[in-house]
């Protein structure tokens, strides 16, 4: 028997790599493969994975730390998968501020599991407004000199780049983002996709990490702790909060609200929103939910799912991933949960925190790391 094929795309926070594994693994098992699907983050309770699930996917979730961190999580997660369901293709998604993931993820991978997994190509996507920025194509909020380090090594290590979301930019500007892709990451192939709108492209970088297989090439040079102190730059929190009201308020309208208000806030504090990801479930109701995204401080809220019916009473989940102190990223999310902010929406709603958690990732420290 084929062993199974074992994929790992990654990409900075927001560049669209859920998005991508939903419709890559919903293509696949559209033509009767088996999927088991990997999610990975520095905490537990992902959005991502809620997501992934209520789609119907196998999904494994390895919380509290990355991939290459918890390599043996990953391995156990596969195992996991294997014995219930058999994947034919197992697709993983890395933490989004994690980069040398091929010396430690794929070639540990390929020395101790060769047997056992298929390994393909690594891909890395990108959101092509943020690229441009971090390339010196346009002007815009950047993240700071540490951040962008583990950026570009990202493209560095990739084996094919990934132009995602196509379709929110005109065709010229991503042809200007792939030649200089082109000039200073040679190596790299480059595809061009819309995750949101799947199509003949799609197919085609799919085909791509199906088929080709990794060659031999030694892995990039990085320093750890320029790396380490890039990570640390970044705050993540995620918070779990009740929602009642004595009246029925619009779900969508609250989301937006809350979300206006914590870009904001950021920005006030010289901060820069890398992922703020946002879920509102109904206390009542049939499983809908309504989510709410932003990649960047200047970018305007979108609903990509909502509720059509007004509610009185939800749970609301937070994933916000920021270039800023985690105790100021909660102090704002507070604010923004308090009385006098929902009032001001007319949205009028009592917010009551039932859990919540900020922190900077820790060092990365991988279990192994082979430079070919
Ligand atoms: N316009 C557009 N938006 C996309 C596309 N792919 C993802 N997005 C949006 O980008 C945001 C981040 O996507 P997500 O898959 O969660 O990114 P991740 O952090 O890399 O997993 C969400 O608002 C997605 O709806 C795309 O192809 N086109
Ligand atoms: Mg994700």
């Known amino acids: 028997m084929d062993k199974p094929r074992y994929i790992m795309i990654g990409g900075f926070l927001g560049a669209g790599k859920t998005t991508a594994i939903a419709r890559f693994g919903q293509y696949l098992a559209d033509g009767g493969k088996r999927v088991g ?3 990975n983050d520095q905490a537990n309770g992902l959005v991502d994975t809620a997501m992934l699930r209520s789609r119907g996917f196998a999904t494994e979730e390895i919380a509290g730390g990355c991939f290459c961190c918890r390599f ?56 092509p407004v943020r690229a441009r920025r971090v390339l010196g194509l346009d002007d815009g909020r950047q993240f700071s000199p540490k951040v962008t380090y583990i950026y570009r090594k ?47 492209e799609f197919e085609k970088w799919m ?28 705050g993540w929190l995620n918070a779990t909060v009740s929602l009642n009201s004595d009246r029925q308020f619009d779900p969508g309208a609250l989301l937006q ?51 059509d019916e007004p509610v009185s009473g939800a749970e609301l989940v937070i ?9 100021i990223l909660e102090q704002i999310v507070r604010d923004s949960l308090s009385g006098s902010s929902l009032q001001q929406s007319s949205q009028v709603a009592d917010a009551s925190i039932d859990h919540i958690e900020s922190f900077r990732p820790g060092r990365p420290v991988p279990e192994h790391r082979d430079s070919i």
């Open 154 to 200: 990202q493209l560095q290590e990739a084996h094919a780049i990934v132009i995602n979301k196509t379709d929110s930019m005109d065709a010229e500007a991503i042809d200007g983002l792939e030649a200089v892709l082109k000039s200073e990451f040679p190596a790299s192939r480059i595809f061009r996709i819309s995750a949101r709108q799947g199509g003949i």
């Open 319 to 327: 994933n916000l991933r920021a270039e800023l102190d985690p105790a």
């Open 257 to 307: 609200h809350l979300c206006s208000q914590i870009q904001s806030a950021v920005a006030t504090n010289d901060g820069e929103i890398a992922h703020l990801k946002m879920t509102l479930s109904p206390h009542t109701g049939l499983g809908d939910v309504a989510i709410i995204n932003v990649v960047r401080n200047d970018i305007v809220p979108e609903l990509s799912q909502s509720i």
């Open 207 to 234: 085909d791509w990490v199906l088929e080709e297989t990794i060659g031999n090439t030694p892995a990039m040079d990085i320093d750890y702790d320029i790396y380490a102190e890039g990570e640390a730059l970044l």
């Open 37 to 39: 699907l990997i999610t």
């Open 72 to 127: 043996s999580s990953l391995t156990n997660a596969a195992e996991n998968l294997t014995a219930s369901t058999k994947p034919d293709v197992f697709l993983a998604e890395p933490v989004g501020s994690c980069t040398d993931l091929v010396a430690t993820v794929t070639y540990p991978l390929r020395r101790l599991y060769n047997d056992q997994y298929d390994l393909a190509p690594f891909s890395v996507l990108v959101d």
